[in-house]
Every structure is written in C-alpha cells, then in structure tokens.
C-alpha cells in the first residue's frame, strides 16, 4: 500500500473517530438539545481588512491587490484530492489541518479549486507585492497594529473601520455540516472608509521609478508650492512591507525614511543668505573679487573653484555657487539676521503632519552658538552643524516661488466615510512670511539663471523650464580608504515662469549636487511635464 493511501486511511480513520467521539458524547449528555442547537454555527473570519488610505484623487494606496483564502470542512472522501492539490512541502501541513475535524482557513490550495468543502474567498492584501509610497503609510505588525507612518498616526481610525469577511457553516448537534459542505460567505463593515493624504499616486510613482534607478541612499520630495501640500515623498532605499525582517538585517536602513530626515545641505543655504541679504537693503548688485580663499580671523575658508571666480556679483555668486562671496555677505549680515531669515524659511522647525507623526526640525544653531566670526562664515555657506530636511528645502524654495510665504508642510487632506468626499477635513496652517515680494521675484530670477546660464547643467530638464539650486555638503564621516562622504542636492521648480511643482532632491554618498542629484531633478521634471501633457489630452 503507497504511503499517499496510508496517509489518507490514517486521516479517515481519525476523522471517523471524532464524529464517534462527537456521538459518544452527545449521547451521553442530558441536554442533548440544546447541545446541538449551540453547535448549529461555527463561523471563521477569512479576512479582516483596515479602513482605506487613499491619495489625493481617492485612489486607494492598500488594499488593492487580493488574495485567496480558502475555506475547509474537513471530509474523508475529499481528503485525498486536497492532498494532491499541494506541493509536497505544504501537505503536512494541510494534513494536520484536516486531522483537527473542524472547519478551517488555509492559503495553500489552489485557487478556483472546485472540491465539495472548500468555499473559496477573495480578501484585500493589505500591501502590494511593489507597494507604493511605504514611508508614508508605514506598516502593521502580526497583531495588526499600526507601527509606523499613517498606520500609527491613524491606527484607532483605520481598525475600527474597514470590511470584514466572514465564512460561516449550519451544523447539526453532531457537528455535521446541514445539506452542503459549503460554507455561507458575508461581508460586513465598512470598505469605504479611510484616511486622504495629498500624495498623488502617478507623482509618486514617478518619483519611486526614477528614484529606484537613479538613487541608492537618498530621497525625494515634491511640494505643491501655493499650499504647502507634499505630493510624493520617495525615500531610498525602498523596503517590502510584507517583510520587515529583510529590512531590519540591512545596513543601508531602508526602513528610514528620508524624506523629513535632516542632512547637510551647503550651497542650497546659500538662497537664505541671499533673501536675508536682499531683505536687508544689500543691492544684488554688491561686487565682490573672490580670489579662492577668504581669511576669517586667522581661519582660510576656500571657494571651490581654488583659482577664484574674480569679481562677481550676487546673481553671478549664485550661478557659480561661490563660497567665498556668501562668505563675505554672511558676515556682514550677522549671525543673527541669518538665523532670522532662515528660521522665516522653516530650518529648525518640525512639522506635525499627522498625531505622532513629525518631521525632523534639524539643527538650526542659535545666534548665541555661533559667537565667532568663523562660526558664521561656516553657517553662510551651509555648513557646520546647520541640517535640513528634504521637506524644509522644498519650503524654502516654496517661498521663492509663493513672493515670500513660507507655507507649513501638509500630508492629510482628511478623512472620508464614502471613499468620495472628504468628511472631515483637515485644517492647513498659515504660511510664514519670509522675505518681500521684490526679494522673491530676485531670486526667482537668480535661480533660474543657475539653471539656464551655469555651464554643463545637468538639472536643466528637456521638456520644461526650470529653476533651482544645487548643493554638495560635507558630512564628517569618512568612508574605509578615508575620503570624505558628501550629501550631493539640488532643490527647484518647474515650470520656471508659472511655478506648478517644488522638488527637493538628497543623494547621499554622491559626488556633486550637480552630478549626483541634478539628473534626477531633470528626469522627474521631464516625466512629471509628460504625465500632465497625457492627463491633458485626455481631459474631457
């Protein structure tokens, strides 16, 4: 006799045995009864889904793929052929399934399988095989709690909604399935429900293709300027919400996300001296002869063209990025007039985008941290102990764009009940102002020219006018041969003349901003510029 026969006798046997048992017991009792009408449901819960999370436009971010769950009454007859539906590393495990007698639950069988017992059911995965934007929704653990991201920030919201999925079967006193061995499906809750962030789904997906490739460490972010709102926000590397443990082991930290994390950020900076510069009566057309080098107190601060860039202006310090200019203009403004401007512009402050769930405010240093003047040079050019996020370059930028109001970064448009309209919506905050509306349009002009005028541009999109600034800073660490690793930027906008998306762009162990983050800016805006072109043409 084969052993798939034994096996299978085995199995009829024990399932004989407990309907015997069953019987025995029945028997026995004085309350047969009522015995038996207690015993006349047994129901298994096949999928229990979590209220929705959906993007700007109501398209759902989780929950759009399914999955098939299978639903077993255990039958000698039939035992045999879901054996042989499995492969040989799943059948012990069915086996000891079907040894229990009872009605269970089971994702190893084939789906579409038509055998008498085994109702069918298809339940939401909560995550994707290539989930989008997991920084920003974050994950549940095995116990279905929100851990991280709007999981954690909205996790009493999203539990106590969502669509559940019941399997039930009609026994009779002998725990017999009444008629068929099929069991009853029900659905009931609500699939509707769930939080709207202001991510759009296609901008999103935009920046994760072009990151993926382009990016190993690092992230993007793209802000609606006029109101603050984060469209995507793409951090590198990416990780699988479906397996953490993967995530935990590797060194690169991809659970981190990068987004409203604080870096280094150089010459971006570079834009608050200007606005603070500007906003204080310094003409833009203030000249300044850059030799290279700049003594501070006894302190060389080198420019990085070491032969100097000669007598420049402002515009034209901006377009080559030159340190020893923005050196020269951060000590006459003072340490304090730079904090000032740069807190106008949001560094050193963290946003609250949803309960629990914040930006890193990054390092601001108080005028009284900096007491020298080698201090403040440091700070002009973006370095030092100064940090910044992703999200606070793209408020900085923002106020460029928006004539001098810094808006407070928003990611929850709300919540809805219907998966139409928002039900409850969610207050936005009131812009800062950071500079005059003479001083933005300035910039605006500057930043453009460094993206037209400065040579072998590699931010300068192809489909779309651009403006914007690029950054490489020094971070302090060092990697095994002892050079030193630099956090390359660019920050901007497109189009340049009517403003529609705000990019902030890190690239961490990058080599320039130019060469590192300035081509991801290009294919975002290229792509972006296409995606809407399409969206148009197909508007009705």
């Known amino acids: 006799m084969s052993k798939r026969m034994i096996a299978v006798f085995s199995l009829f046997c024990v399932l004989m045995s407990f309907l015997n048992i069953r019987v025995a017991t029945l028997a026995a009792s004085a309350d047969l009864k009522e015995t038996a009408l207690n015993q006349r449901s047994y129901t298994l819960t096949a999928g229990s889904a979590r209220g929705q999370i959906y993007d700007r436009n109501f398209n759902s971010l989780v929950n759009t793929e399914a999955k098939t769950v299978s639903a077993v009454l255990p039958q000698p007859e039939t035992a045999e052929d879901l054996l042989d539906s499995v492969s040989k590393e799943d059948r012990d495990s069915l086996y000891k399934s079907l040894q229990q007698g009872r009605p269970f639950l089971t994702e190893l069988l084939p789906k579409e399988l038509e055998t008498d017992g085994v109702t069918q059911v298809s339940v939401p995965e909560r995550y994707g095989k290539n989930q989008i934007a997991s920084h920003i929704i974050g994950y549940i653990n095995s116990e279905g709690k929100g851990v991280t991201g709007i999981e954690k920030a909205y996790d009493d919201f999203l539990s106590g ?164 200019y923005f050196v020269s203009l951060g000590l006459q403004l003072g340490a304090k007039k730079i904090v000032e401007s740069a ?44 940090l910044a996020t992703p999200v606070q370059l793209c408020q900085m930028i923002s106020s460029v764009v928006n004539g001098g109001k810094t808006p407070v970064a928003q990611l929850v448009e709300g919540t809805t009940r219907d998966g139409v309209t928002l039900s409850e919506k969610k207050e936005s905050s009131a812009p800062i102002y950071a500079m005059t509306e003479s001083t933005a349009k300035t910039l605006q002009d500057f930043l453009k020219a460094c993206v037209e005028q400065k040579g072998n541009m590699r931010a300068k999109p192809t489909r779309v006018s ?75």
């Open 161 to 324: 909604t969502g669509e559940i999925t019941q399997v039930s079967y009609t026994l009779n006193g002998l725990g017999e399935a009444l008629k068929t061995g099929n069991g009853a499906v029900s659905k009931t809750g609500d699939g509707s429900s769930g939080v709207v962030l202001t991510i759009d789904r296609g901008i999103q997906a935009v920046c994760e293709n072009v990151g993926s490739k382009m990016i190993g460490q690092g992230a993007v972010v793209v802000m609606e300027p006029s109101t603050g709102k984060l469209l995507a926000c793409a951090s590198f590397p990416e990780y699988d919400p479906n397996d953490i443990a993967s995530s935990l082991k590797n060194d690169a930290g991809p659970l981190l996300n990068r987004c409203f994390s604080a870096f280094p950020v150089g010459s971006t900076f570079k834009i608050t001296l200007a606005a603070a510069a500007l906003d204080s009566g310094i003409p833009a057309s203030l000249a300044y002869g850059c030799t290279g080098l700049i003594d501070v107190s006894g302190q060389p601060f080198h420019c990085h063209l070491l032969s100097g860039h000669g007598t420049i202006d402002m515009q034209k310090a901006m377009i080559e990025s030159c340190n020893t």
């Open 343 to 386: 807190s106008n512009l949001s560094f050193g402050r963290q946003t609250e985008l949803a309960e629990g769930l914040y930006t890193s405010a990054g390092v601001l240093p108080k005028p009284e941290e900096l007491p020298n003047p080698a201090d403040v040079a440091n700070l002009s050019f973006g370095q030092g102990r100064l």
């Open 466 to 540: 651009a403006a914007g600034k690029t950054g490489t800073a020094q971070t302090g660490s060092f990697d095994e041969v002892g050079n030193e690793k630099l956090d390359a930027w660019f920050a901007g906008y497109f189009p340049a003349e009517n403003p529609k998306y705000v990019v902030a762009v890190v690239v961490e162990n990058g080599t320039t901003g130019n060469m590192s983050a300035g081509p991801v800016f290009a294919e975002i805006a290229d792509n972006l510029t296409l995606l809407d072109e399409i969206k148009a043409e197909q508007a009705p």
